[in-house]
């Protein structure tokens, strides 16, 4: 098991529809590894960000530090990947409290170490997320900005896209109004 913190770039874009984005993907020949239906519970944190993340194919307690910002960024990622358990989210439930729940379902592909997700966020809309992950710490952060902003210029996306926010906060931000 690897201690060190997974370093990875990632951007995230809003598009009307997948379906056009998952084709162009598919001509690279991608691996698939399938549609999940993930429920992410986020946990109050005095430092970054805690989510709880429950699928049929991911389930992991991820702990990341992310600057929102407005184009490709790196992210911190601590992950412990475990076996579905109700235990574990009532004991954050009591200890941290809820800060917000993000409801979605994720087709998920990957190229080589890059993972492709292609989401329909409740509440929220439709979304791509590219992450070029490195759990090796071996590759430098200007490699893996490279093979992102790539893969931004792949799909002919427009700066206007991108999501600066995560989900939580886009979903905090609905909250919040009412």
Request: aromatic share 12%; glycine share 4%; hydrophobic share 30%.
């Amino acid at each position: 098991m690897n201690n060190n913190p997974i370093k990875n770039f990632e951007f995230k874009a809003k598009v009307n529809s997948l379906k056009p984005y998952e084709t162009l993907l598919k001509r690279e020949n991608p691996r698939f590894i399938g549609e999940d239906h993930q429920i992410d519970t986020y946990f109050n944190t005095d430092r970054g960000r805690l989510k709880l993340r429950e699928g049929k194919i991911e389930n992991a307690l991820i702990e990341y530090y992310r600057k929102n910002k407005n184009e490709s960024k790196t992210s911190d990622i601590n992950l412990y990947k475990h076996e579905p358990d109700s235990g574990l989210k009532k004991i954050l439930k009591n200890q941290f409290g809820v800060k917000t729940v993000v409801d979605k379902k994720r087709k998920i592909y990957f190229i080589n170490h890059i993972k492709f997700h292609f989401d329909v966020v409740k509440n929220l809309g439709t979304f791509i997320e590219v992450e070029v992950i490195d759990e090796t710490g071996k590759e430098s952060l200007e490699k893996l900005k490279a093979q992102c902003d790539n893969y931004f210029d792949f799909f002919h996306l427009e700066k206007s896209q991108l999501q600066a926010k995560s989900y939580s906060d886009m979903m905090l931000e609905i909250e919040n109004k009412f």
